[in-house]
T-cell receptor
C-alpha cells in the first residue's frame, strides 16, 4: 500500500526566505504524487502534481517540487516566501486505484 | 464553471444520530471520493464512487455509507454517530477511474456532541 511521510509538522521561515517542505513516499507501483495547500476553514487546493513525466514539476504561486526516485522523495520548494503562503501543506500519493493517501501535513508560518 | 460544492457547511449532531452530507462534483467529472479530516490531521480516504457504485473503500466501518446519483452527485451517510466522528468531511471529484487529479470542495464541518 502506498503512503507518504511529511517530515516536520511545523516549519517557520522569514518572508523572502527559501521554503522547503519535505515529503517521502512509499509505493509498490510508479506513484502519482501531489502537493495540496489548505487555508484555515477551507478545502484543499492543488499546488502541483507529478505523473511520471518531468521530474521537476512547477505549480501555482511559485512552488515547485522535484521527484527523486532514488530517495523516494517529493519535496516542495519556493525560492522566496510570502506572507500569503502561510497555510497547511499536504503531500499525497495515489496508486492505480486513485484512492489518495495524505501525509499528516506541515504547517508553514511566515514571519515578517 | 462551478467547482465542487458541498452542503451543509456546518452541522451539529448528537451521539447516536444519523447524518447525511451532500456533494456535487465539478462539471465534467464523474467520480466522487470522500475523505474525513480530523482536527490537526491529514485527510483519510473513506470511499470512492464511480458509475453509481462504490469502487474503493478505506478503513472505515459500515456505519459510513454512500450513494452516487445519475447526475454524479453523491451523499455520505453516517449512522450511530460517535464523538470521534467529529471532523471536516471533504468531497473530491475527478474524471474517470484513472489517476487524474482530484478537486476538493470546501468541506462540511461535523460536530458530534
Amino acid at each position: 500500500a502506498q503512503s507518504v511521510t511529511q517530515l516536520g509538522s511545523h516549519v517557520s521561515v522569514s518572508e523572502g526566505a527559501l521554503v522547503l517542505l519535505r515529503c517521502n513516499y512509499s509505493s509498490s507501483v510508479p506513484p502519482y504524487l501531489f502537493w495540496y495547500v489548505q487555508y484555515p476553514n477551507q478545502g484543499l487546493q492543488l499546488l502541483l502534481k507529478y505523473t511520471s513525466a518531468a521530474t521537476l514539476v512547477k505549480g501555482i504561486n511559485g512552488f515547485e517540487a522535484e521527484f527523486k526516485k532514488s530517495e523516494t522523495s517529493f519535496h516542495l520548494t519556493k525560492p522566496s516566501a510570502h506572507m500569503s503562503d502561510a497555510a497547511e501543506y499536504f503531500c499525497a500519493v495515489s496508486d492505480l486505484r486513485n484512492d489518495m493517501r495524505f501525509g499528516a501535513g506541515t504547517r508553514l508560518t511566515v514571519k515578517p | 464553471d462551478a467547482g465542487v460544492t458541498q452542503s451543509p457547511t456546518h452541522l451539529i449532531k448528537t451521539r447516536g444520530q444519523q447524518v447525511t452530507l451532500r456533494c456535487s462534483p465539478k462539471s465534467g467529472h464523474d467520480t466522487v471520493s470522500w475523505y474525513q479530516q480530523a482536527l490537526g490531521q491529514g485527510p483519510q480516504f473513506i470511499f470512492q464512487y464511480y458509475e453509481e457504485e462504490e469502487r474503493q473503500r478505506g478503513n472505515f466501518p459500515d456505519r459510513f455509507s454512500g450513494h452516487q446519483f445519475p447526475n454524479y452527485s453523491s451523499e455520505l451517510n453516517v449512522n450511530a454517530l460517535l464523538l470521534g466522528d467529529s471532523a471536516l468531511y471533504l468531497c473530491a471529484s475527478s474524471r474517470g477511474q484513472g489517476r487524474g487529479e482530484q478537486y476538493f470542495g470546501p468541506g462540511t464541518r461535523l460536530t458530534v456532541t
